[in-house]
């Protein structure tokens, strides 16, 4: 990765240094070009104005120390003077795109390349009013002289700057990768070292999810640890019981009771079985494949309360609903799982002539809530936090003798968590506990 992101910086750097040379050397060369017209436009001008060249017949002027070449063409094309080369020698000029531009506009310019001496040959051409176009000449690099002239700094230049762009990027990369490879190291390390603030949430991300996947881990461990041994109990017995009565150990009276007792077992097993079930499809159901529907939960704490009023009776428990129409959006089995669990609890964990009410009512703002309290033995404070984990029992040997798996309030949150409802328990151990699940606001047109 380091090699990689060096690569890629030398590169760039290496493109940038390139491109910057060919650029600024057209630009210069543009600049150059238009100066070079420009200063043959001032001497056509002046020398123009001095009259010299009015006068065919009589010129004064021979010069040609410096390279400029002044040429005098005839209204015909001929050459009539040329101060840097023998007249006779030169063919008619009316065709050169200078004089023609001089003929029709009165000045004109033109540039011709020379490419075996690497220099552009600049003219400009003025009308004079004897009809006669005069021509200055100058000759300059063009562009490729130019840029090879300037090829051994632009080399020395790329080569500093590579050096140090290595350098740099070095130091770069480095810190940038630097938390990785201490993540990579140890990634349950808080303090890693992030040279730039905007990697600490990536950083922070990675840790929690990390953090996350750990925990979920051990929660499924656990989870397995405690599901086999869960299994085992009940199934102990059965096996126990089956042996005994394989072996002709059991009277006909024992047979009764030990049948009595496989059968209590296996539904304890089933019990535990479908709660598990029931459990990891929760786990894995998305609420893209859960059906949301508009429900009033009264009807169905009815139901729930019809439901389980025989088993209050063997409990010796009064159950009974009170509140109102309550509309909330959630899915049906859930609610009826949810309803379920909270009333067989309050039964099962209540005193032989207490009592459950159901509740259902509406918040001020039109949030339903469903409520079930009981006075039954409740639960003291330590506990309170951890009766929603799997398998986490207050009293083991109560639930187990009443039935209980020790999953149906890690159920119940699942449910509350995947129907964006609240949560809230009031309990007091030796008075009774209060579970409130609050739903969100139900939109009018939904
Ligand atoms: P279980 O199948 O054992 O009842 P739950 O997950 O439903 O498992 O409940 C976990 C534990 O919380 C129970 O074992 C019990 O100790 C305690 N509990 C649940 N509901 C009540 C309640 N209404 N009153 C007192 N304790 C309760």
Redesign the pocket.
């Given at each position: 990765m380091k090699r990689k992101i060096n690569f890629q910086f030398i590169s760039i750097t290496i493109i940038a240094i390139v491109l910057s040379t060919v650029l600024s050397t057209a630009i210069n060369y543009t600049v150059l070009k238009k100066e070079v017209i420009d200063d043959l436009k001032i001497y056509a001008l002046t020398l123009k104005g001095t009259g010299i060249f009015d006068e065919v017949e009589d010129i004064p002027y021979h010069s040609n120390t410096n390279n400029l070449r002044i040429t005098l063409i005839a209204q015909d094309g001929s050459v009539t003077f040329d101060n840097n080369a023998d007249i006779r020698s030169m063919d008619n000029h009316d065709n050169r795109a200078e004089v023609e531009q001089a003929r029709k506009q009165g000045e004109g310019h033109s540039v011709r390349r020379s490419a075996t001496l690497g220099k552009n040959t600049f003219y400009y051409s003025v009308l004079l009013d004897n009809g006669y176009v005069l021509r200055v000449a100058k000759e300059s690099r063009n562009i490729t002289s130019v840029f090879v002239s300037s090829l051994p700094f632009t080399v020395a230049i790329v080569l500093v700057l590579v050096i140090l762009c290595v350098i740099l990027a070095h130091f770069l990369t480095q810190s940038i990768i630097a938390p990785i490879e201490q993540m990579a190291k140890d990634i349950d390390n808080k303090e890693v070292e992030c040279v730039y603030k905007e990697l600490r949430p990536f950083v922070s991300m990675i840790q929690s999810q990390h953090d996350n996947i750990v925990k979920v881990a051990d929660m499924r461990q656990e989870f397995t640890a405690n599901i086999s041994h869960e299994l085992k109990t009940p199934l102990t017995a059965i096996s126990g019981y089956a042996e005994l009565i394989e072996n002709g150990m059991a009277t006909d009276e024992d047979i009764i009771r030990f049948a009595g007792e496989i059968h209590q077992n296996a539904n304890r097993l089933l019990t535990l079985i479908n709660d598990i079930i029931r459990l990891s499809e929760l786990d894995v159901s998305t609420e893209e494949c859960l059906q949301f529907e508009k429900l009033d939960l009264f009807p169905m704490a009815q139901n729930c309360v019809d439901m389980l009023q025989v088993n209050a009776e063997n409990h010796q428990v009064k159950i009974g609903l009170q509140g109102e129409r309550c509309l909330v959006t959630a899915n049906r089995e859930m609610m009826n799982e949810l309803l379920y669990?909270l009333c067989d609890?309050?039964i099962?964990?209540?005193n032989k002539g207490g009592q459950v009410y159901v509740r259902l009512g509406n918040s001020p703002e039109g949030a339903g809530w469903l409520e079930v309290q009981?006075t039954?033995?409740?639960?003291s404070k330590e506990?309170q936090e951890r009766?929603?984990e799997r398998f986490?029992?207050?009293?083991?040997s109560?639930?187990k003798s009443?039935g209980?798996?020790?999953?149906?309030?890690?159920i119940?949150k699942h449910i509350v968590v995947q129907n964006h409802a609240k949560l809230e328990l009031e309990?007091e151990q030796g008075k009774?506990?209060r579970?409130r699940v609050t739903f969100p606001t139900v939109s009018p047109e939904s």
């Open positions: 669990n609890n309050a099962r964990y209540n009981d039954g033995i409740g639960i506990h009766i929603f986490y029992r207050v009293d083991k109560r639930s009443t209980g798996t020790g999953l149906g309030l890690a119940v309990s009774g506990t579970i």
